[in-house]
Structures are given as structure tokens and as C-alpha cells.
């Protein structure tokens, strides 16, 4: 298939939906700010709270922006879809396009053989014709011929059906990526406005502060792996790794350093669910992109039969991702401001266990 016509066929498809589909009202510049107006009054200063409370207060910020990270992706992936299945439309309408042109030169010279062989009537025909066994021949020939006409004109009626669908399942699937579009500069929003508040709140603590909101959130990290190990969990824990396994959990490590960084998916970059689809497609098995998809998609294990390269989803609504490594620990892109590192695997509730190579 020529590209160019490829090229047109996804223009003209976009045309169409473009003037199908009602017009958007865009909203007027933010107005300039009246000098005269009187200034907020100034927010009070965030060491005015105890620092446990900015700690949960920075946390829940953080999750949120997760929260908007996964929904981001998860319109990503749909987006590469529907582009795919765009293209592929287009592809079959140039197809369609082509194949009438064909039936309709094919019917056309039927036609025109038709009326040069049919003006007499048929009487006239076999008493004109000196040997009326290939007059008859002749006529068989011309029957097969009006039948194959109509078979033509058959195929191409359901040739033209085939491409007004086409055209409907096009408009659908660009409503459906520009739905896409609408959810994803939302969740970028979303995501930018919750980091910058985080950041904002730690911006506003003294070093010193900044040095015990660390602590604080080591030792409460601390206590969750802690809590989660004195279960007696890890001595049901015994499961080895599969030579898959061994790799996802080479390359994900192989990352350990590398900056968070949300919607990222390597090299240099990654977020949760990022790091843990692409260790994984390292280790030649693709998963779902994002970790909601991972934990929906995936078979499930119990948490005393994982074994290292197993996932482990994070939080009620699936939000956060972590490879088990063994020994009780992970391998997890934590949150912006972070690297990849390696932390204890009861350092945040978990939803169960995931396992790609089951």
C-alpha cells in the first residue's frame, strides 16, 4: 500500500469525524490581575504543625499524585491503541477504495460486452447464426456472463457497506482517543498540582526539619516492615526464582539509582509500574503497562508462594507496584524526589501478589 494514499485515507477520515462532532468552546484567557485589589492574606507558616502531621500530609499528596500517574498511563496505553486501530481503519478503507474501482472496471466491461452481444433478439440470433451448436454455446456463455455481472455488482453494494462502517468505526475510535486526550491533560494536572504542593510543603521546613521529616519517615517505614516480618512471613517465604524471573529482577536492579520520574518507562527514568513492565519485557514476557492492569491482568499468588521477580501491588486501589527480590525486600520506584531503590516489602499495605510468568 502506497503511503501517500494511506496518508489521505487518515486524512480524510479525521475530516469527517472533525466536522461530525460538535464544535469545542474554549475558555478566554485568565484576565490580567487588578492592581487594586487587596492581597490574600499570607498562609501560615507549615512549622506551625506538628511534623508527624506534615509527614502524612506530604504522604497523602504523593499518593494522590499516583493515583493521577496510573490514570495517566493507563490513557497512554488506550491511546496508542486507538491510534493503532485508527490506522488499521484507514488501511482498510484505501483497500475497500481500491477493490470498487476494480469491480466497478470489471462490471463495466461486462456491461459493454453484454450490449455488443445482445442487441439482436434471440430467434434472430440462431436463424443469422450458421452453426447453432456455438450459437448455444454462445448464449451459455452469455448467461454465465449476466450472472457473473450481478455477483459484481453484489460484491461491490457489500464493498460500499463495508466502507460506511468503516467510516462509523473510525468517528467512534477518535471520539474515544479524544476522550483519551481529556483524561490525560487531566491527570497531568492533577499529578504536576500534587507534587508541587508536596514540594511546596517541604520547601517551607527549615534543614533541620527537613532532616527530622526523613527520620520520620524512615522510622515509620521501619515499624510497617517491621510489623510485617514479625508475622513470621518470611520464614513461609521460600520460593525461588524462574530464569525469567532471574532477569526481571536483574534489570530492575540493574536501574537501582535511576530518578523517579511519573509516566516515565526507562532508560533513564522510570515510575512504579514503569520499571516493573520493563524489567519484565527484558526478561522477554510482556505485561500490562500500568500497575492497576498488572494486578487485573495477571494470575495472583499468595504472599507465602512468591519468589523473586513475583510483583507486589500496593494500596486498595492498586496504585503502586514493587518487585520482590527476596529476603523479604523489593525493588520499587518509590515517588518524585526518589530513585529506584531497594526497601523492605511490608513497607506500605499490600493488596497481594502478582506473578508474570505463572
Same mark, same amino acid.
Given at each position: 500500500?502506497?503511503?501517500?494514499?494511506?496518508?489521505?485515507?487518515?486524512?480524510?477520515?479525521?475530516?469527517?469525524?472533525?466536522?461530525? #462532532?460538535?464544535?469545542?468552546?474554549?475558555?478566554?484567557?485568565?484576565?490580567?490581575?487588578?492592581?487594586?485589589?487587596?492581597? !490574600?492574606?499570607?498562609?501560615?507558616?507549615?512549622?506551625?504543625?506538628?511534623?508527624?502531621?506534615?509527614?502524612?500530609?506530604?504522604?497523602?499528596?504523593?499518593?494522590?499524585?499516583?493515583?493521577?500517574?496510573?490514570?495517566?498511563?493507563?490513557?497512554?496505553?488506550?491511546?496508542?491503541?486507538?491510534?493503532?486501530?485508527?490506522?488499521?481503519?484507514?488501511?482498510?478503507?484505501?483497500?475497500? /477504495?481500491?477493490? %470498487?474501482?476494480?469491480?466497478?472496471?470489471?462490471?463495466?466491461?461486462? !456491461?459493454?460486452?453484454?450490449?455488443?452481444?445482445?442487441?439482436?433478439?434471440?430467434? +434472430?440470433? #440462431?436463424?443469422? =447464426?450458421?452453426?447453432?451448436?456455438?450459437?448455444?454455446?454462445?448464449?451459455?456463455?452469455?448467461?454465465?456472463?449476466?450472472?457473473?455481472?450481478?455477483?459484481?455488482?453484489?460484491?461491490?453494494?457489500?464493498?460500499?457497506?463495508?466502507?460506511?462502517?468503516?467510516?462509523?468505526?473510525?468517528?467512534?475510535?477518535?471520539?474515544?482517543?479524544?476522550?483519551?486526550?481529556?483524561?490525560? $491533560?487531566?491527570?497531568?494536572?492533577?499529578?504536576?498540582?500534587?507534587?508541587?504542593?508536596?514540594?511546596?510543603? /517541604?520547601?517551607?521546613?527549615? !534543614?533541620?526539619?527537613?532532616?527530622?521529616?526523613?527520620?520520620? /519517615?524512615?522510622?515509620?517505614?521501619?515499624?510497617?516492615?517491621?510489623?510485617?516480618? =514479625?508475622?513470621? %512471613?518470611?520464614?513461609?517465604?521460600?520460593?525461588?526464582?524462574?530464569?525469567?524471573?532471574?532477569?526481571?529482577?536483574?534489570?530492575?536492579?540493574?536501574?537501582?539509582?535511576?530518578?523517579?520520574?511519573?509516566?516515565? $518507562?526507562?532508560?533513564? =527514568?522510570?515510575?512504579?509500574?514503569?520499571?516493573?513492565?520493563?524489567?519484565?519485557?527484558?526478561?522477554?514476557?510482556?505485561?500490562?503497562?500500568?500497575?492497576?492492569?498488572?494486578?487485573?491482568?495477571?494470575?495472583?499468588?499468595?504472599?507465602?508462594?512468591?519468589?523473586?521477580?513475583?510483583?507486589?501491588?500496593?494500596?486498595?486501589?492498586?496504585?503502586?507496584?514493587?518487585?520482590?527480590?527476596?529476603?523479604? !525486600?523489593?525493588?520499587?520506584?518509590?515517588?518524585?524526589?526518589?530513585?529506584?531503590?531497594? +526497601?523492605?516489602?511490608?513497607?506500605?499495605?499490600?493488596?497481594?501478589?502478582?506473578?508474570?510468568?505463572?
Amino acid at each position: 500500500m502506497q503511503p501517500r494514499r494511506l496518508a489521505t485515507a487518515i486524512t480524510v477520515v479525521c475530516a469527517l469525524t472533525v466536522l461530525a #462532532m460538535p464544535a469545542t468552546a474554549f475558555a478566554a484567557p485568565n484576565p490580567k490581575p487588578d492592581p487594586t485589589a487587596s492581597a !490574600a492574606p499570607p498562609a501560615a507558616p507549615v512549622t506551625s504543625k506538628p511534623l508527624e502531621d506534615v509527614r502524612k500530609e506530604i504522604d497523602e499528596l504523593y499518593r494522590q499524585a499516583a493515583v493521577a500517574t496510573e490514570a495517566y498511563n493507563q490513557a497512554q496505553e488506550q491511546t496508542k491503541l486507538q491510534s493503532a486501530e485508527i490506522v488499521k481503519i484507514a488501511q482498510e478503507i484505501v483497500k475497500g /477504495e481500491e477493490r %470498487i474501482k476494480r469491480l466497478k472496471d470489471q462490471a463495466g466491461a461486462a !456491461a459493454r460486452l453484454q450490449y455488443r452481444t445482445g442487441g439482436l433478439p434471440f430467434g +434472430a440470433q #440462431m436463424m443469422l =447464426s450458421g452453426n447453432p451448436d456455438g450459437f448455444l454455446d454462445g448464449a451459455n456463455r452469455l448467461r454465465q456472463g449476466q450472472q457473473a455481472t450481478q455477483g459484481l455488482l453484489a460484491e461491490l453494494n457489500r464493498t460500499q457497506q463495508d466502507l460506511a462502517q468503516y467510516s462509523k468505526d473510525a468517528s467512534a475510535q477518535w471520539k474515544k482517543l479524544e476522550a483519551n486526550r481529556v483524561r490525560k $491533560e487531566t491527570a497531568k494536572k492533577e499529578i504536576t498540582g500534587k507534587i508541587a504542593a508536596a514540594e511546596k510543603l /517541604e520547601s517551607q521546613l527549615e !534543614a533541620k526539619e527537613r532532616e527530622r521529616l526523613a527520620e520520620l /519517615e524512615r522510622q515509620q517505614q521501619y515499624k510497617a516492615q517491621t510489623d510485617w516480618l =514479625s508475622s513470621g %512471613i518470611l520464614k513461609e517465604i521460600n520460593g525461588r526464582a524462574s530464569e525469567q524471573g532471574r532477569k526481571a529482577v536483574k534489570f530492575a536492579t540493574d536501574q537501582i539509582g535511576k530518578p523517579y520520574v511519573w509516566g516515565a $518507562e526507562g532508560p533513564l =527514568s522510570y515510575d512504579c509500574s514503569g520499571l516493573t513492565s520493563q524489567a519484565w519485557l527484558a526478561a522477554g514476557r510482556g505485561i500490562p503497562r500500568t500497575s492497576q492492569e498488572q494486578w487485573a491482568q495477571l494470575p495472583h499468588v499468595a504472599i507465602k508462594d512468591m519468589r523473586p521477580g513475583d510483583l507486589i501491588i500496593y494500596f486498595a486501589d492498586a496504585t503502586h507496584v514493587g518487585m520482590y527480590v527476596g529476603d523479604g !525486600a523489593i525493588v520499587h520506584a518509590p515517588r518524585p524526589g526518589r530513585n529506584v531503590t531497594v +526497601a523492605g516489602a511490608g513497607t506500605m499495605p499490600i493488596l497481594g501478589v502478582v506473578r508474570p510468568d505463572k
